[in-house]
């Protein structure tokens, strides 16, 4: 199974192209099998979060287009123009595709380094690819222990210190206008996962209740519930905005929410005090015009950026750490990976000739008559041993061919075609 | 040691502690930083063992020149950096005022120390306190300018999204600017009062006709008051808050010290 990935993420491309080719998790069922139709792969999963778009194929054997087949597929599904988008993309193939992404699950290519909101991420990524069929052998085995292989280095190297996230930086920047957060009011709109964990980073910070703004008011009041705060409606977001001292947008949304006239009629009735907005949303849920208002501090997850470059000369340490294995175990998946298909041709192989064997055997057996059984034990044992000894060599060979990687596909081709194995 | 050495090298303390100062803003390094604090609080005590011999050289409290009035405006400002800093940990306060405690510093070296035998400057407590006060008045706006100064370059690095390291050792930005306002208001209670008893001493000692009214470093002392008044009103009108206040802030500093400076060369009653 050849393994390809084509992507862009928050180092290679703004916000503002991000945001434009975005998945949708409700239609993502929809878009991989647009992908898989378009590339042909047997199975594919697309990884869509804050910072990256990323769309993982595995196919039988590799083809020279395919990743250009996933670019011009991903340009196409969201309307992009084609040569918008294809400069900003990065491909990689097989042990680099395999390294790529378990560097992404463990966080050491996230914009927070080793951040660990981006395995949950992965993992409901691969869950939806997976409940929707859209996931096979290669992909099961692949993403399962990427995520095995995030734990691990979380568990056991220094990268999970600090436990830092991307609401947590948030929050740091947010103390660079005010002088005490504890003081001030915040507003979360957007009752998901980003907005809880947000809710969390700023929970020993603020003192005030919280306002949770969300499009349900049941998860408003639900999350309102456990943080001790007010649930409200979109329709009361001008309210919660004229409240709230800081602001974080992680809404769901390919609209602005929060737009200049709601901004600044918030303002008005904050009599212009300052505001903090944090935008973690993508596509973006605040209109960039706010940011020109006097008192008001938008920030989006780009700009958590400056601080992610900080963490990432502190973190230099534990990603010389974290490397080494992750290269190592993205060898080992390969291998695995080719193993476990070798292993099913040589059943295969294995199961053909004794097959014949047993045949033979047989037909033998039933011309020699009635044999003592001691005797016919002894023959069916010698069969068995010829057929081992005959299939040991070319076992070991395909074994071989498969840890070598270039010739493998080609070998077991041969080998099949040539017992006629099914 | 003269008043002069002492000067001097109070001066080449400030300039270093100064250098120090900056490259603990580029490096974001605490060593520079501790370095420019002490070499601040070294060049402190030289000022204060300056003004000591000074006013044993003259008999009377050290205030009777430009020369002194420039030193203790520097050790003031000093001083109140420092001492902000060390309670309210505000580094970029100290590194923020010892270039204007250094101006000032270089302003007194220009003009020298005077020799000529000087009038006891106060001749009544009333006008003691009314010098006193007008000085800590100007203290009170240099420190408010600072903190303007920081609330301005860290709300442009904020809105330009530009690297956090800059702001590393910068207070917040409300605290900036709160602290900018108080030091406005403080300013204006503190000068109200030099005016109030400056007003009550002329009027116990001139005479009408000697025109100390029309005295320009008194007219340009009340215009400050006056700008600075207005600062300290506008700042509660919502469209007034943030930026505008900060930028009057600094500019009325700036204005009233090239101001008052000038007009203390024409003023017939104040000789500094």
Not at chain 1, 305 to 325: G, M, T, Y
Not at chain 2, 193 to 214: C, E, K, M, V
């Given at each position: 199974m050849e393994l390809s990935i084509v992507g862009l993420n928050h180092r290679v491309a703004p916000v503002e192209v991000r945001e434009r080719l975005a998945f949708d998790d409700t239609r993502?069922?929809?878009?991989?099998?647009?992908?898989?139709?378009?590339?042909?792969?047997?199975?594919?999963?697309?990884?869509?979060?804050?910072?990256?778009?990323?769309?993982?194929?595995?196919?039988?054997?590799?083809?020279?287009?395919?990743?250009?087949?996933?670019?011009?597929w991903l340009a196409g599904h969201h309307g992009v123009p084609e040569p918008l988008v294809t400069p900003a993309l990065y491909r990689h193939a097989g042990f680099d595709a395999v390294r790529h992404l378990y560097r992404v699950t463990a966080g050491l290519d996230a914009m927070i380094v080793g951040e660990t909101q981006i395995i949950a991420q992965v993992k409901r990524a691969y869950q939806a690819a997976h409940d929707a069929g859209h996931t096979g052998r290669a992909f099961n085995l692949v993403f399962q222990r990427a995520l095995a292989v995030a734990k691990k280095l979380h568990a056991t190297t220094g990268i999970g210190r600090g436990q830092v996230s991307v609401p947590g930086v948030a929050a740091r920047l947010a103390e660079k206008v005010f002088q005490d957060l504890a003081r001030k009011r915040v507003a979360i709109v957007g009752a998901g996962e980003i907005g809880e964990l947000t809710l969390e980073a700023f929970r020993h910070r603020s003192g005030i209740p919280p306002v949770i703004v969300s499009r349900t008011m049941e998860h408003?009041?639900?999350?309102?519930?456990?943080?001790?705060?007010?649930?409200?409606?979109?329709?009361?977001?001008?309210?919660?905005?004229?409240?709230?001292?800081?602001?974080i947008s992680c809404l769901s949304s390919h609209e602005f929410q929060l737009t200049l006239d709601l901004v600044q009629t918030a303002m008005k009735a904050r009599r212009n005090e300052p505001m903090v907005i944090l935008d973690l949303a993508v596509p973006r849920n605040v209109h960039p015009e706010v940011d020109l208002l006097e008192n008001v501090y938008l920030f989006n997850v780009d700009d958590i950026?400056?601080?992610?470059?900080?963490?990432?000369?502190?973190?230099?340490?534990?990603?010389?750490?974290?490397?080494?294995?992750v290269d190592?175990?993205?060898?080992?998946?390969?291998?695995?990976?080719?193993?476990?298909?070798?292993?099913?041709?040589?059943?295969?192989?294995?199961?053909?000739?004794?097959?014949?064997?047993?045949?033979?055997?047989?037909?033998?057996?039933?011309?020699?008559?009635?044999?003592?059984?001691?005797?016919?034990?002894?023959?069916?044992?010698?069969?068995?041993?010829?057929?081992?000894?005959?299939?040991?060599?070319?076992?070991?060979?395909?074994?071989?061919?498969?840890?070598?990687?270039?010739?493998?596909?080609?070998?077991l081709e041969a080998v099949t075609k040539l017992f006629g194995i099914r | 040691m003269s008043a002069i050495w002492l000067l001097h090298t109070a001066i080449a303390g400030l300039v270093v502690a100064t250098g120090f100062g900056f490259l603990a803003v580029r490096r974001q390094s605490g060593g520079p930083l501790q370095g420019?604090?002490?070499?601040?609080?070294?060049?402190?005590?030289?000022?204060?063992?300056?003004?000591?011999?000074?006013?044993?050289?003259?008999?009377t409290p050290p205030l009777v020149s430009r020369f002194d009035t420039h030193v203790l405006v520097a050790l003031l400002l000093i001083a109140a950096a420092l001492g902000l800093d060390l309670l309210r940990s505000m580094p970029i306060l100290t590194i923020g005022a010892l270039p204007l405690a250094l101006s000032s510093l270089i302003l007194a070296a220009a003009m020298g120390e005077p020799q000529d035998p000087t009038a006891p400057f106060a001749t009544t407590p009333v006008a003691g306190v009314?010098?006193?006060?007008?000085?800590?008045?100007?203290?009170?706006?240099?420190?408010?300018?600072?903190?303007?100064?920081?609330?301005?370059?860290?709300?442009?690095?904020?809105?330009?999204?530009?690297?956090?390291?800059?702001?590393?050792?910068?207070?917040?930005?409300?605290?900036?600017?709160?602290?900018?306002?108080?030091?406005?208001?403080?300013?204006?209670?503190?000068?109200?009062?030099?005016?109030?008893?400056?007003?009550?001493?002329?009027?116990?000692?001139?005479?009408?006709?000697?025109?100390?009214?029309?005295?320009?470093?008194?007219?340009?002392?009340?215009?400050?008051?006056?700008?600075?008044?207005?600062?300290?009103?506008?700042?509660?009108?919502?469209?007034?808050?943030?930026?505008?206040?900060?930028v009057a802030s600094a500019l009325c500093f700036v204005l009233s010290m090239a101001v008052s400076w000038i007009a203390?060369?024409?003023?017939?009653?104040?000789r500094y």
């Open positions: 993502l069922s929809e878009a991989l099998d647009g992908v898989r139709k378009a590339t042909g792969a047997a199975e594919a999963v697309i990884l869509s979060t804050c910072n990256r778009v990323e769309i993982y194929v595995a196919r039988p054997e590799a083809t020279e287009n395919e990743i250009t087949l996933a670019a011009r408003a009041e639900r999350l309102a519930a456990r943080y001790g705060g007010r649930g409200s409606s979109l329709s009361g977001l001008a309210e919660a905005l004229a409240e709230a001292d800081v602001v950026e400056s601080i992610a470059a900080r963490n990432l000369v502190e973190r230099e340490k534990d990603l010389a750490q974290c490397l080494p294995i190592s175990e993205a060898q080992q998946t390969l291998l695995d990976l080719g193993e476990g298909e070798v292993g099913g041709l040589v059943g295969r192989l294995r199961d053909t000739l004794h097959s014949v064997a047993d045949e033979e055997l047989k037909r033998t057996l039933e011309r020699l008559g009635d044999l003592p059984p001691a005797q016919r034990e002894e023959i069916e044992r010698m069969v068995r041993r010829v057929v081992n000894k005959l299939i040991h060599n070319p076992t070991l060979a395909i074994k071989e061919a498969a840890r070598e990687g270039k010739e493998a596909q080609a070998f | 420019a604090r002490l070499l601040a609080g070294v060049a402190a005590l030289l000022l204060i063992a300056l003004l000591v011999r000074r006013g044993i050289t003259i008999n009314h010098a006193v006060l007008i000085l800590l008045a100007y203290v009170a706006f240099a420190v408010a300018f600072v903190t303007a100064l920081l609330f301005l370059i860290e709300q442009r690095q904020l809105k330009a999204h530009a690297g956090q390291s800059a702001l590393g050792m910068m207070p917040s930005l409300e605290t900036s600017y709160r602290m900018t306002l108080r030091f406005v208001v403080a300013g204006v209670i503190l000068l109200t009062g030099g005016i109030l008893s400056g007003y009550l001493y002329a009027r116990g000692n001139f005479s009408r006709s000697s025109g100390w009214r029309t005295d320009p470093k008194i007219i340009v002392t009340t215009a400050v008051w006056a700008a600075f008044l207005i600062v300290a009103i506008l700042s509660s009108f919502p469209s007034f808050k943030g930026r505008r206040t900060a203390s060369f024409w003023s017939g009653f104040h």
